[in-house]
């Protein structure tokens, strides 16, 4: 399985500064010929279900706001929170979905304020 | 909007079959893999395994030996049994709908106890 390990577990991020989170797999999830990242990243509240904001890496999920962005390739990625909000005060984690199954997940990164 | 609803008993003595439903509303259960994700209280994320509208399946090597899931397309509805639990299958249990391998759209989630 690929193994899928988050940077920092905990985070913590005055209101309007500049959020960073590591996401670094155990082998690429990059796939060559279509030169795709299979990586996405979710945000989770407490008491709710993961809410998608990012896929291929890169790509926000529709009605996510600008100020989340992912970045990065093969193993090593980045989700980055531009101007954190009080609403954005969540775990993240980002998921794997290269090759054969089980897709696992990092273990999750903590934002607090 | 598609909506997915986890249904199914709260308590599963140890040993016993924790069985739940999860409805799909809002769009067909066709052509798309529908998964169970589980997250014991305070941890991360367990991929537990999917079903696909015609009945294909693919589980976590993990759980293998304990999960079936299978799908009713008359119903709209999924389902998972996982057999013998134990304290350690105490969790939330989450229903997903994969996209290309993300999951954009999710059940509320149910969590399971696994208690005497």
């Known amino acids: 399985d690929i193994v899928m390990t988050q940077s920092p577990d905990t985070l913590a991020v005055s209101l309007g500064e500049r959020a960073t989170i590591n996401c670094k797999s155990s082998?690429?999830?990059?796939?060559?010929?279509?030169?795709?990242?299979?990586l996405a990243w979710y945000q989770q509240k407490p008491g709710q279900p993961p809410k998608l904001l990012i896929y291929?890496?890169?790509t926000r999920e529709s009605g996510v706001p600008d100020r989340f962005s992912g970045s990065g390739s093969g193993t090593d990625f980045t989700l980055t929170i531009s101007s954190l909000q009080a609403e954005d005060v969540a775990v993240y984690y980002c998921?794997?979905?290269?090759?054969?199954?089980?897709?696992?997940f990092g273990q999750g990164t903590k934002v607090e304020i | 909007q598609v909506q997915l609803q986890e249904s199914g008993p709260g308590l599963v003595k140890p040993s016993e079959t924790l069985s739940l439903t999860c409805t799909v509303s809002?769009?067909?259960?066709?052509?798309?893999?529908w998964t169970w994700i589980r997250q014991p209280p305070g941890k991360g994320l367990e991929w537990i395994g999917y079903?696909?509208?015609?009945?294909?399946?693919d589980y976590n090597p993990s759980l293998k030996s304990r999960v079936t899931i299978s799908v009713d397309t008359s119903k709209n509805q999924f389902s998972l049994k996982l057999n013998s639990v134990t304290a350690a299958d105490t969790a939330v249990y989450y229903c997903?709908?994969?996209?290309?391998?993300?999951?954009?759209?999710w059940g509320q989630g149910t969590l399971v106890t696994v208690s005497s």
């Open positions: 809002g769009g067909s259960i066709s052509n798309y893999y």
């Open positions: 291929w890496a890169s």
């Open positions: 079903v696909y509208y015609t009945g294909a399946t």
């Open positions: 998921q794997q979905y290269y090759g054969s199954r089980p897709w696992t």
């Open positions: 082998q690429t999830v990059l796939h060559s010929s279509s030169n795709r990242n299979f």
């Open positions: 997903a709908r994969e996209g290309n391998g993300w999951y954009n759209h």
